[in-house]
């Protein structure tokens, strides 16, 4: 049987150290989880490749917010992909839209062709678009390697009919890797369901904070319904579990 692949999404270093010791295949490396991810520090991707063995994948997102980018946001990717390239990252991660929501080609193909060698990823700026289909073929024309998506949805489950119509649309053009709500008690049906081959997610448990005074009513620039005091991180035992489950027969 072919191996099925996972991808861990991490913005801390310890959680990518789990996702190797849990047997993913690569990480994605951001920042920001809590804006869907932004690019991660310059420390934070030399530490990343230096500490780990399997792939490193770099979000390229210069804020959050939406997909249409200035050119000082433009530039700042491109500075950004250059800076990976010379850290020696497998792979970078990205996504641009036009005002209309379709995907820009043009800048798009740019930052293809400036990351070549590199693999890279149009992230789920795909799932705001206006038209799934086109986007694809879209993406597909820029030579992009891959698509994550929750189709069209907030979470991959919810997306499954429509992730499935996007791998038999691909004909194995570009890799459809569905994200976000995938976990171990739904990840082998979720492969059979829709004939993905690469699976992203975060496997993330909650620990608590370390410390033992606590200032309850200030908050550090996240949002009250967030608690400052309990920190996700990536369990290496999800993912065991997860990466067994893809490729169980």
Do not use: W
Request: aromatic share 6%.
């Amino acid at each position: 049987m072919e191996t099925n692949l996972v991808e861990i999404c991490v913005a801390r270093l310890q959680s990518g150290l789990a996702a190797q010791e849990g047997g993913a295949a690569r990480i994605e490396l951001c920042d920001n989880l809590y804006e869907g991810g932004t690019t991660p520090s310059y420390s934070a991707i030399k530490m990343a490749v230096k500490l780990l063995d399997i792939g490193v994948h770099v979000m390229i997102r210069p804020r959050g917010g939406d997909f249409c980018y200035d050119e000082l946001d433009f530039e700042l990717m491109q500075e950004d992909i250059k800076a990976c390239k010379k850290l020696k990252v497998q792979g970078v991660v990205f996504g641009v839209l036009l005002p209309d929501g379709h995907v820009d080609v043009v800048r798009t193909q740019r930052l293809v062709e400036l990351a070549k060698p590199l693999p890279t990823t149009f992230h789920r700026a795909f799932d705001v678009t206006p038209d799934p289909h086109k986007a694809l073929e879209d993406i597909v024309y820029t030579g992009v390697h891959r698509v994550l998506t929750a189709g069209q949805q907030n979470k991959a489950p919810l997306g499954m009919d429509l992730i499935r119509t996007l791998v038999k649309q691909a004909a194995q053009r570009i890799i459809i890797m569905p994200g976000s709500g995938l976990s171990q008690e739904i990840i082998k049906d979720f492969r059979d369901q829709t004939g993905a081959c690469e699976f992203h997610l975060s496997a993330k448990m909650t620990v608590d904070s370390k410390m033992t005074f606590r200032k309850q009513d200030v908050f550090m620039g996240s949002l009250p319904q967030i608690p400052e005091y309990e920190i996700n991180v990536t369990s290496a035992d999800l993912v065991k579990q997860v990466v067994a489950l893809v490729n169980q027969a």
